[in-house]
């Protein structure tokens, strides 16, 4: 565990390297999406905080394309919140998604983790690619 640990430390001051916000926040959610399988919720949290907050600065500052990358960054990640438990959280960060369809799609996926949580199970969820 101490080596995987090492290596997602690696990673993160690698994803942070990475200059275009919109590249550099998707790293960051991948990162917080290999944490959350480890079941290191704290580190989860932590990166998907950084993530969402780096996303939606590129929303704001980005050409189209990228700006749709940013929006489904928000979206992944909200939805790694809401498979945590983070629903409210999770709803706030969604509404936060300038894009429209987004923003729709991180509602509809965090509504249909509560529904799964509520009868058992939310693994059934993944991040979009």
């Known amino acids: ?14 994803a942070h390297s990475i200059e275009a916000s919109c590249h550099r926040a998707a790293a960051l959610d991948q990162l917080a999406q ?10 989860a949290v932590r990166i998907w905080t950084h993530a969402i907050a780096v996303a ?6 980005a050409a189209a394309e990228e700006d749709r990358r ?4 928000v979206r992944d990640s909200a939805r790694g919140l809401a498979l945590l438990g983070e629903i409210a959280t999770a709803r706030g960060i969604a509404r936060a998604i ?13 509504g249909r983790v509560v529904r799964e949580r509520r009868h058992g199970s939310a693994s059934g969820i993944t991040p979009a690619e």
Do not use: F, P
């Open 70 to 73: 940013c929006s489904r960054v």
């Open 34 to 43: 290999t944490y959350r399988m480890m079941e290191a919720r704290d580190e």
């Open 1 to 14: 565990m101490a080596l995987a640990t090492g290596l997602l430390r690696e990673a993160e001051a690698a």
């Open 98 to 110: 300038q894009n429209k369809q987004e923003r729709e799609q991180a509602l509809n996926d965090i």
């Open 56 to 61: 939606l600065s590129g929303e704001n500052h």
